[in-house]
């Protein structure tokens, strides 16, 4: 049965790729503009996990456009960077205290870090060895997701998050996405000229534009169904990211729609599919 399953699954994958291609008719550049985006840190190598320094390290060093991250606070207030929920032997990171959090020993060894260690980190960079054994020191685009809480509690999550980018002059380098409509208006109202895009998925590009938000960034199957909301958002000046594609085929299909980012857990993959692309222009 579970063959079966695959195999219809797959065939519905190629269908709305192909669905999606037919009905794209811009042109195609040149060179591909599609961006990598690491989604939670360049963390599936050797040593490293999910939302730690280590896969923002590594997410510098293999040269991505970005390194997607995800905001929770702790139940005394203080900004963390983990998934969530759960985060080690603690079921809910935002019913718990910051100490109970700092106790936390991931899988590789590393703790969870605070936001304002990740974003430190961030606006550093991390030193590159060249080819040629020169070192030269690399930044990439922070892109921050503001996960879902109650109402009061996104807005003193992007509040503190707002100050925190003022202080450390982030501005250009961070984009702030979220599931929550409401943590993104808030986004725009607090980081005005900071790139916001909205992950649900139920709004046209032109009621985000309406609203303010300048960004989509949506789940792939979606985008496969709306393929036209790329150009729709491209018209208006906005941006356009899918998430989180996987498939080397998906990731084919959207680096020819034109999409500007590609969030994923291998962007390796996604290197070779654009550099393939790049190649065959
Ligand atoms: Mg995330």
Same mark, same amino acid.
């Given at each position: ?27 195609? @550049?040149?060179? *591909? $503009?599609? &961006?990598? %985006? =690491? ?10 996990? +999910? ?83 020169? @070192?030269?020191? *690399? $930044?990439? &685009?922070? %892109? =921050? ?10 807005? +003193? ?125």
């Amino acid at each position: 049965m579970k063959r079966y399953a695959n195999f219809f699954r797959r065939m519905l994958t190629f269908s709305l790729i192909f669905a999606a291609l037919f009905a794209f008719n811009g042109p195609l @550049s040149a060179q *591909v $503009k599609t &961006q990598i %985006v =690491a989604h939670r840190g360049y963390w599936n190598t050797e040593g490293s996990f +999910e939302n730690t320094i280590s896969s923002l390290e590594n997410a510098h060093k293999a040269g991505f456009y970005g390194s997607e991250f995800d905001i929770n606070m702790t139940s005394d207030g203080v900004l963390v960077v983990c998934h969530g929920p759960a985060v080690g032997d603690i079921p809910d990171v935002q019913k718990a205290s910051f100490s109970e959090v700092m106790h936390v020993k991931l899988s590789n060894g590393e703790g969870v870090p605070t936001l304002e260690e990740y974003l430190k980190a961030g606006k550093k960079g991390f030193k590159v060895k060249g080819a040629d054994g020169s @070192s030269k020191n *690399v $930044k990439l &685009q922070l %892109v =921050a997701e503001v996960k879902a809480a109650a109402p009061q509690v996104e807005e +003193e999550v992007i509040i503190k998050l707002a100050s925190l980018v003022k202080k450390l002059k982030l501005q250009e380098q961070i984009s702030i996405i979220s599931f929550s409509y409401n943590a993104c208006l808030l986004a725009v109202k607090y980081m005005p000229g900071v790139p916001v895009q909205y992950l649900m998925g139920d709004k046209t590009p032109e009621e985000l534009n309406a609203a303010g938000i300048k960004g989509l960034d949506y789940h792939y199957s979606l985008m496969l169904l709306n393929s036209d909301y790329i150009e729709r958002a491209h018209k208006l000046g906005m941006t356009v990211n899918v998430w989180t594609v996987n498939d080397r085929e998906q990731m084919d299909a959207f680096v020819k729609l034109g999409v500007d980012y590609i969030t994923t857990d291998y962007p390796e993959m996604a290197k070779e599919v654009i550099e393939e692309n790049n190649r065959l222009n």
